[in-house]
Every structure is written in structure tokens, then in C-alpha cells.
């Protein structure tokens, strides 16, 4: 994958479809301890529809490239992050997709880019004062030291542990063993790469997103939630309060689906991208 280098760090990312789409560029966003593969599947079977889509793999604790020396990795880094790569790689006015903590960093990025995202897509993701919901809570409270997420981790390289309710279990309900075996391995192996995660989960704080989330009426552009109704954590009840704070919203109910819409049900997810980037970005 190419490689660009921010002011926070450098990052890899992933670019499939037409560079002269006639789509607005869809950007994705994905959560901790996952890379851009979460979207691998939506993303080629837009590109086969002529949708030009960027995959970055962000420093949430699966990525090879640790964050330059003295970079706090918090929410609002992150979204800058996002920011800065929209405008170096000139994406124009992105349709902006998030799912899990990506879908937190999405809502930090409408609340101070806004100008930079024409439509916004949310699937189950962080919201309100669930930032993180139970039971990761208490998981991320567990690793918030070096060798805590390296003792974790290691356990995690058992595919019955890494897919129990401690693992992946809560979040997907098709992913492949060793898709998930490589999620973990970089911040067990790497302690640079273990230093970023351990970081973001120390500066993560419900009442920043609180605070987010009652600014989220400003953004008046196009907002779709494709929602997992399988899912414990991120509820379907959540995602419905969730869309009420938007003042252009659509709720797309999803059956059977967990967190991980994007590989569960990846026709919804990709439907809901390409019938939200059919909508103009501004109100006429």
C-alpha cells in the first residue's frame, strides 16, 4: 500500500476505483485493534460501481507504522489526521464513513471540518457517553499499560479467546480467524505500535464526545446510520438516538448484523453509501 506522511505521523492506505470518478470520493474510517480490511469488500464493490475509495489504516493499535516520537494519539489528533488527509491527497468534499470508535472520530471530524465532509455514513459505532461502550469499557480499562496490552494480546493469538465476547465476538459474526489473528499481532509484537493504543485508550474520555454530540444539529448535510440490530453493545436503540441529532438523517436497519456491518452485510453498507452520494451535500 502507498504511504503518506502527516504532521502527526505517516500512515498507509489503500485507494481502489476510478481516479476520474464522477462520485464524490468515499473515505473510510475504521476503530481500534482493526485495519482498513474492515471495509475491503464495500470498498471494491463500489469501485466496481466507479467510486473512487480511500482506505487509510489509522494508528489504533493494528497498524505496522508507529506514530513519530512525542504525537499524542487522542481523538482530536486523530481527526486532524483524517483532515490532513483529505487535504494532502485533495479528496475534495468526502462522503465521510465511520464504523465503531472510527464513527467517534467521524463526529470529531463534522464537529471541526465540516467544510471538508459533503455526506456522512455512521454503522454502529461510539456515541453519547458511550465512548466505550460496555463491556470494552472494562477491557480498555485493562490496557492501558504496556505490558497489560501485550499480556492481552497474547492471550488473544487463541482463535476461541480472540472470537469469545472479550474478543471479536460482540462485533462480528463472519470474520475470518486469520483476519483477526492479524489485528492483534501488531501491538503484541510491535511496543511502539502497543504505545499508540495504550496512549488513545488513556485519552479517551466519554464527556469529549458528550460534548461533541450536542453540537452534531450543525451539521445539516446528508447523515445515513446503517445499523447492526445484533448488537449488544453499539444497540439499535443507540443508533436511533444517534440519527435523531441530525437534522438530514436516514436509519437503515440492518437484521442480524453486528457492529462490523461492513462484514456482515456489506450490500447494506455499500447500498447506503451509494444512495446517500446520489444526494447533493448542501440543502437547496
Not at 470518478?21 to 482498513?36: A, C, M, Q, R, Y
Not at 464493490?45 to 499524542?72: K, N
Not at 501488531?186 to 474520555?205: K, Q, Y
Amino acid at each position: 500500500m502507498p504511504e503518506i506522511t502527516l504532521p502527526e505521523g505517516t500512515i498507509a492506505y489503500r485507494v481502489v476505483g476510478p481516479q476520474d470518478s464522477t462520485h464524490p470520493t468515499v473515505l473510510f474510517v475504521h476503530g481500534i485493534l482493526v485495519d482498513n480490511r474492515l471495509w475491503t469488500v464495500v470498498a471494491d464493490q463500489l469501485a466496481e460501481r466507479g467510486y473512487r475509495c480511500v482506505l487509510p489504516t489509522l494508528p489504533l493499535g493494528s497498524h505496522t507504522i508507529p506514530l513519530d516520537a512525542g504525537v499524542s494519539p487522542t481523538p482530536r489528533t486523530l481527526a486532524r489526521m483524517v483532515r490532513d488527509l483529505i487535504v494532502e491527497l485533495d479528496l475534495g468534499e468526502v462522503t465521510l464513513v465511520g464504523c465503531d470508535t472510527g464513527g467517534a472520530l467521524c463526529q470529531f471530524v463534522i464537529d471541526e471540518y465540516p467544510d471538508l465532509v459533503g455526506r456522512l455514513v455512521l454503522t454502529n459505532c461510539d456515541a453519547f457517553d458511550r465512548f466505550p461502550p460496555t463491556p470494552f469499557k472494562q477491557v480498555f480499562a485493562l490496557m492501558r499499560g504496556p505490558r497489560t496490552v501485550r499480556a492481552l494480546m497474547t492471550t488473544m493469538r487463541s482463535t476461541i479467546l480472540r472470537h469469545s465476547p472479550l474478543g471479536f465476538g460482540l462485533l462480528v459474526s463472519r470474520a475470518g480467524t486469520e483476519l483477526t489473528r492479524s489485528w492483534t499481532e501488531p501491538s503484541r509484537t510491535d511496543p511502539l505500535v502497543g504505545r499508540d493504543l495504550v496512549g488513545l485508550l488513556r485519552a479517551i474520555r466519554p464527556a469529549d464526545l458528550l460534548e461533541v454530540s450536542n453540537r452534531l444539529p450543525r451539521f445539516d448535510k446528508p447523515v445515513t446510520l446503517v445499523w447492526g440490530q445484533n448488537d449488544r453493545s453499539f444497540t439499535p436503540r443507540l443508533g436511533r438516538r444517534l440519527a435523531d441529532r441530525f437534522p438530514d438523517s436516514t436509519y437503515v436497519a440492518v437484521p442480524g448484523a453486528r457492529t462490523f456491518v461492513a462484514i456482515d452485510e456489506p450490500d447494506a453498507v455499500s447500498s447506503a453509501i451509494e444512495s446517500i452520494s446520489h444526494r447533493p451535500s448542501r440543502r437547496g
